[in-house]
């Protein structure tokens, strides 16, 4: 048992180690395609730090973490960003039969890629490409690309931050879980990869004359080899401008797993966090 324990791990490590260059390979292909389109620009990058901990002591200790980096850069008729999002959390019971051994709650790590290419004044092209993992949903690694067009529904006064974008598309996503490589490889052996319909919106709009920032984010991955194994993310951010780079901070995620590749998961992860963000 030992023995075919290490080496399904080892096949794991392998596919992991064959997957990253090409997803590395297509996450540098988003970027450089948006930074070539627009390479005569003079305009800069601008970006936005966010930061939340939580700690606390008792029968039970707790401590949680999230970090939040964007960076975007937009030109005329193109938009590129790249997003880093990490959350952490342990806890502990300080009476607990185990001593001091801690519990790990949070552990999710994922970079983001896209690029966005204006056609005409409502019509667009949108790619995006993804590498995360999520230790305590099981999930060693998530890979994919996807690309499609996508129409700008509705803006205001200033379409930067008032704006509701609606796009439709295909992508590839590769998924690995702690204890298989798939989310049904028992039932065909090729679960593990994904040809997907991809379709997503992000609403933006400012409220209280200008004083509170909202954006509104979803995305649905339906793979058309396995239905049931679809994919659906929300997230919700609310800044409040404390100066003209703070911000007070809030954000709310949810994701649904219709399939996951650990039996003993939920399907469902939300997460709440509560910092500050800097701009720059």
């Keep these: 048992m030992g023995v075919d324990r290490a080496m399904e791990l080892e096949m794991r490590k392998a596919g992991i180690r064959r997957m990253l260059p090409a997803l590395g390979l297509g996450l540098t292909w988003v970027l450089a395609a948006g930074l070539a389109a627009a390479a005569d620009e003079p305009e800069g990058w601008n970006g936005e730090l966010a930061v939340s901990v939580t700690a606390q002591s008792g029968t039970t200790d707790t401590f949680a973490g999230s970090l939040d980096a964007k960076a975007e850069r937009d030109w005329e008729k193109d938009a590129v960003g790249v997003r880093f999002n990490a959350v952490y959390g342990t806890s502990k019971k300080r009476q607990s039969s185990d001593g001091s051994r801690s519990e790990t709650i949070q552990n999710a790590q994922g970079l983001y890629g896209d690029w966005k290419h204006t056609v005409h004044e409502r019509f667009f092209w949108n790619s995006g490409a993804q590498i995360s993992r999520d230790n305590t949903q099981g999930r060693e690694l998530r890979a994919a690309l996807s690309t499609g067009p996508g129409i700008r529904a509705w803006q205001g006064e200033s379409p930067a931050k008032n704006h509701l974008d609606i796009d439709l598309g295909v992508g590839y996503r590769y998924e690995i879980y702690d204890g298989n490589t798939g989310a049904g490889v028992a039932k065909n052996g ?11 919106f992000e609403y933006k709009n400012l409220f209280f004359d200008d004083r509170v920032e909202y954006t509104h984010t979803g ?34 995620y949810v994701e649904y797993v219709a399939n996951p590749g650990v039996a003993d998961v939920n399907k469902t992860t939300t997460r709440t966090t509560v910092g500050l963000g800097y701009e720059f």
């Design 190 to 200: 090729d679960t593990d990869h994904f040809a997907d319909v991809v379709a997503g």
């Design 219 to 252: 995305s649905a991955k339906m793979p058309v080899n396995d239905v049931e194994s679809y994919i659906l993310v929300t997230e919700a951010i609310v800044g409040i401008p404390l100066s003209k780079a703070w911000s007070f901070r809030t954000s709310f």
